[in-house]
């Protein structure tokens, strides 16, 4: 099958540091490449890829100094994907918005993964405008506040199963913290948590400039109070591996509707417990007792660290091994590809315009 991928511009593929989407469109991209399929990637000029790279950008926005507005670059990319179009017979899009007018003419061989909040509402009147287009839901519970649009399935987020290593034994007994330092993501909580129950607290997160103030107010005061709480700052991926597989417990104490949250999935390849507070996809993620512990207070996730310290790490890399790894999250979009209304008419019309072979069958 011949594949586009259509990745944000804002940051590599894979992300030098931060970046979940990206991250995501890397191992699947990856996977499909490993599956024996014909993948086209469209992404900035730093992006590392066994696929077909079309360079959209130099380099990663975010890290181009003379770059002020991103939406003139996005717009190229979408000119020059809407000239190749009739090249793939699917084009997988991850950049939310600003391509659906665009695709109008060819929809029906596309699907757009929603990788962020959509209990926005301004972001209602858009997709009442756009029903038709395909879309997929990284959670079921990402798809309570929409409209009625058309979903195509939702697709878990999944790792490469050699990604991070299982760590049976931890050196550390700490807790960690891994991720942004943001009111929604709660790192006031984690350090309660911590505070409670007597253990200490490693951190490893950046620090948006939109976030700058309520850290240096809220968070970063708290840090210095506690003695058992260390900020280590932004981690690469080298670094993760060792921060994750080395805690006894991750806290994900969030406070808003997380479509899903990677890093549950990157503590559990490494055998690690999660302690998550019962908000957004969460349910759907943590097996409660299991891989992990789900909490609704401060105090309830501080009463059961004990228990979280106590779950079995292999049956935690087991569920990580039989929900999310890439393998099966490339398999579950390829089963979308399949089905697009669009890939099972057009797909052949336009191989023969293309002087290519009909065959669409799958190569697994």
Request: aromatic share 8%.
């Amino acid at each position: 099958m011949k594949i586009a991928q259509i990745a944000p511009l804002a940051e590599s593929v894979p992300p030098k540091l931060y970046g979940g989407t990206e991250r995501i469109v890397s191992y699947l991209t990856e996977e499909l490449v490993t599956l024996g399929h014909d993948v086209t990637l469209f992404a900035s000029g730093d992006s590392v890829t066994h696929a077909k790279l079309v360079a959209c950008s130099d380099v990663a926005l975010r890290l181009n100094p003379a770059v002020r507005d991103h939406l003139p670059h996005q717009i190229v990319m979408l000119e020059e994907i809407r000239r190749r179009a009739h090249e793939f017979d699917v084009l997988h899009f991850h950049i939310d918005l600003s391509h659906f007018p665009l695709i109008r003419d060819f929809a029906d061989r596309t699907v757009t993964t929603l990788h962020g909040r959509l209990d926005l509402p301004d972001l209602l009147p858009f997709y009442r405008t756009f029903p038709d287009i395909p879309l997929v839901s990284i959670s079921n519970d990402q798809r309570r506040p929409m409209p009625p649009v058309n979903w195509s399935g939702t697709v878990y987020h999944g790792l490469p199963v050699d990604l991070l290593p299982f760590t049976a034994k931890p050196k550390d007994n700490y807790l960690a913290f891994l991720g942004r330092i943001s009111p929604e993501k709660r790192p006031d909580r984690a350090i309660e948590i911590a505070a409670k129950a007597g253990l200490p607290l490693k951190i490893a997160a950046k620090i948006d400039k939109a976030d700058k103030a309520y850290w240096e107010t809220v968070i970063e005061p708290m840090v210095k109070s506690h003695p058992n709480v260390d900020f280590i700052g932004e981690i690469n991926e080298h670094q993760k591996a060792a921060f994750l597989g080395n805690a006894g417990a991750l806290l994900f104490p969030i406070d808003w509707p997380e479509p899903f949250g990677l890093v549950m999935i990157e503590a559990m390849a490494c055998g690690t417990p999660v302690i998550a507070f019962r908000c957004g996809s969460v349910p759907e993620v943590i097996d409660n007792g299991v891989s992990g512990i789900l909490v609704d207070t401060v105090t309830e996730a501080a009463e059961n660290v004990e228990w979280a310290l106590r779950l079995d790490r292999r049956k935690v890399r087991a569920t990580f091994e039989k929900r999310f790894t890439a393998e099966r999250m490339a398999q579950d979009y390829l089963d979308i590809y399949r089905q697009l209304p669009g890939t099972r008419t057009k797909a052949a019309q336009l191989r023969r315009a293309n002087g290519r072979a009909l065959d669409l069958q799958i190569v697994a």
